[in-house]
T-cell receptor
């Protein structure tokens, strides 16, 4: 079945550091790929998405590129801020089947940004 | 507030009791999902409704679990004879119809109901 593997946390960075959170997936066909973020005390929010190979999703300075050849969707940000501290989830939605937009999530990566 | 609403936010129950959670999706969304999230893990899919029809159920959804979405509006998730292993955050999400390609629309999540079984 479908699966998502993302790097384990916690990841601790200084403000303005470069961020990479690795994500790889296993799925048939061409799934849609997502990054969701969960800030402390809040629900999951969509951060960015990409729906086909070589698409780049971007939002709030974060970027991720859908790499079909390496089945990856790594999250990057050039300069993190304290306000980026949260748990980040990589997820996929299958391109076919009856499950609507059923999401398969990775285990999440906690990011802590310090001054 | 036009987001996904879940009630209650927290529920503590004794083992063996029944509990019911409610989810009110975004009004124009025809798809509704339930997920379960345990500490340190990502959300796991439980079940999916399109309008009032329950179209898919995960193997995680044992016979003690039942979900409904009468009239295609709000949904309820009931757990009968709760066990300590049921302790988790139960998340509800909704999404609109796909636009074009299957699976590419955003799911909007509620803040969840945290269940503790003692």
């Amino acid at each position: 079945g479908d699966s998502v593997t993302q790097m384990e946390g916690p990841v601790t960075l200084s403000e303005e550091a470069f961020l990479t959170i690795n994500c790889t997936y296993t799925a048939t066909g061409y799934p849609s790929l997502f990054w969701y973020v969960q800030y402390p005390g809040e629900g999951l929010q969509l951060l960015l998405k990409a729906t086909k190979a070589d698409d780049k999703g971007s939002n709030k300075g974060f970027e991720a590129t859908y790499r079909k050849e390496t089945t990856s969707f790594h999250l990057e940000k050039g300069s993190v801020q304290v306000s980026d501290s949260a748990v980040y989830f990589c997820a996929l939605s299958p391109s076919s089947g009856g499950g609507g937009n059923k999401l398969t999530f990775g285990t999440g990566t906690q990011l802590k940004v310090e001054l | 507030d036009t987001g996904v609403s879940q009630n209650p936010r927290h529920k503590i129950t004794k083992r063996g009791q029944n509990v019911t959670f409610r989810c009110d999706p975004i009004s124009e969304h025809n798809r509704l999902y339930w997920y379960r999230q345990t500490l340190g893990q990502g959300p796991e899919f439980l079940t999916y409704f399109q309008n009032e029809a329950q179209l898919e159920k995960s193997r995680l959804l044992s016979d003690r679990f039942s979900a409904e979405r009468p009239k295609g509006s709000f949904s309820t998730l009931e757990i009968q004879r709760t066990e300590q292993g049921d302790s988790a955050m139960y998340l509800c999400a909704s999404s609109p119809r796909d636009r074009g390609r299957v699976g590419n629309t955003e799911a909007f999540f509620g803040q969840g109901t945290r269940l503790t079984v003692v």
